[in-house]
């Protein structure tokens, strides 16, 4: 799950240091992710590059199972799978 945010509203508290940024094409996007276990944390979008999309997933205290009403899957079971 991905969310809108202002580049300005936007603060990594906490491992900053330990993000790699990948930029490919126009270098408009930058697609930061964690250099250790490389998941994707947030992005500056090409569409607006006023606006990251963030990865709800990896903010802590955050469980995206419990925001209603977004379908997930756990990609074991995938429905396209079937």
Same mark, same amino acid.
């Given at each position: 799950?991905?969310?809108?945010?202002?580049?300005?509203?936007l603060?990594?508290?906490?491992? =900053?240091? @330990?993000?790699?940024? $990948?930029?490919? #094409?126009t270098?408009?996007?930058?697609?930061?992710?964690?250099?250790?276990?490389?998941?994707?944390?947030?992005?500056?979008? =090409?569409? @607006?590059?006023h606006? $990251?999309g963030? #990865?709800?997933?990896?903010?802590?205290?955050?469980?995206?199972?419990?925001?209603?009403?977004?379908?997930?899957?756990?990609g074991v079971?995938?429905?396209?799978d079937?």
């Amino acid at each position: 799950m991905v969310a809108s945010v202002l580049l300005a509203d936007l603060e990594v508290v906490k491992g =900053r240091d @330990n993000l790699s940024c $990948y930029s490919f #094409n126009t270098q408009t996007a930058k697609h930061y992710f964690c250099k250790t276990c490389g998941i994707y944390m947030h992005h500056q979008r =090409r569409s @607006n590059p006023h606006e $990251y999309g963030v #990865n709800v997933g990896a903010l802590e205290g955050v469980n995206p199972r419990e925001i209603d009403p977004v379908p997930w899957h756990d990609g074991v079971n995938h429905p396209s799978d079937r």
